[in-house]
């Protein structure tokens, strides 16, 4: 049976995927590194956080790669109840028919296994309704 692990250590896999953040309890700013200290505040009091599977596309970048995997879009998404992450844009075979304030959902996705079968899983956004 192969082992799945996040490749990002605040993707929490399991039957309902998220992603989770520390929380500052002074001033609930959210990090997702681990920090001895807030950079607003400078409290060293943090809580985990889940954080919403949805929420809106504020930026985007349409990266050219090489032209064997073609284009990908790096979005900056703000979750909906804070929080803010960039991702890469899944499920979208046009980069032009994204917008700011588009909708989207978090989605898990295989990028690799290695030779004991372990699959890396990492994350990504993609529109809802699409
Ligand atoms: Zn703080």
Redo the contacts with the bound molecule.
């Keep these: 049976m192969a082992e799945n692990i996040p490749a990002v250590d605040y993707l929490v896999l399991g039957e309902d995927p998220h992603l989770e953040a520390h929380e500052?309890q002074?001033?609930a700013?959210l990090y997702f590194d681990r920090r001895n200290a807030?950079a607003?505040?400078s409290?060293s009091e943090f809580t985990s956080r889940r954080l919403s599977n949805e929420g809106v596309v504020r930026a985007y970048t349409i990266v050219q790669r090489g032209a064997k995997s073609g284009p990908f879009t790096s979005v900056v998404v703000e979750l909906t109840g804070g929080g803010v992450v960039k991702a890469n844009l899944l499920g979208v075979s046009d980069p032009a028919t994204i917008h700011p304030e588009t909708k989207v959902r978090l989605v898990v996705y295989d990028v690799g296994t290695d030779d004991d079968g372990t699959v890396a899983v990492a994350f990504g956004y993609e529109p809802i309704g699409a």
């Design positions: 500052c002074q001033c700013a807030c607003r505040c409290s």
